[in-house]
């Protein structure tokens, strides 16, 4: 409890300063989780932790353990969250994967706008642009495609 009031009084004391003294801020705050991580796994070298496991998705945790072989599931011991390392992060806890295929069929190989591929696929505008990132990440040659959706030809 007492250094979680420490750093609550420190944050506390940086909510009313400038954006150079914020970034200062976080540059320190960075460090120290960085230093923390590797006294951490120091620690877990010498407690056998399997530390290959790398980070947990939801914390950002590299203590974790392994928690399954098929397939090959680990399980943070911070925040209590299992996760598979090598997830496919297009199809990550998708319903409508077919779905993604098709917009990106609908981003190479026509000429529609974003109203006309919503409507088609039956999705929002916000699965829209959510999904447009998470499609980049992975194809960045479509990113040009993406971005001259909804403009017209003649005003470009």
């Not at 609550?8 to 954006?19: A, I, L, P, R």
């Not at 120091?42 to 399997?50: L, N, P, Q, V």
């Not at 806890?93 to 974003?114: C, E, G």
């Not at 699965?127 to 971005?147: A, C, D, G, H, R």
């Amino acid at each position: 409890m007492e250094i979680q009031t420490k750093i609550e009084n420190w944050v506390s004391d940086y909510e009313n300063k400038g954006t150079n003294e914020l970034r200062q801020f976080r540059l320190i705050l960075s460090r120290t989780i960085q230093a923390i991580d590797l006294k951490l796994d120091s620690i877990d070298k010498t407690k056998k932790i399997d530390v290959r496991s790398g980070r947990c998705p939801h914390c950002k945790s590299r203590h974790t353990k392994g928690y399954g072989l098929k397939p090959p599931r680990f399980y943070c011991l911070d925040c209590h969250h299992a996760f598979v390392k090598e997830r496919a992060p297009l199809y990550y806890r998708k319903r409508n994967r077919l779905k993604i295929l098709d917009l990106i069929v609908a981003i190479h190989a026509t000429d529609k706008s974003i109203p006309e591929i919503i409507s088609e696929l039956k999705i929002s505008l916000q699965t829209y642009y959510k999904w447009k990132s998470e499609v980049i990440q992975v194809f960045p040659q479509l990113e040009e495609k993406f971005n001259l959706r909804g403009k017209k030809p003649g005003k470009l």
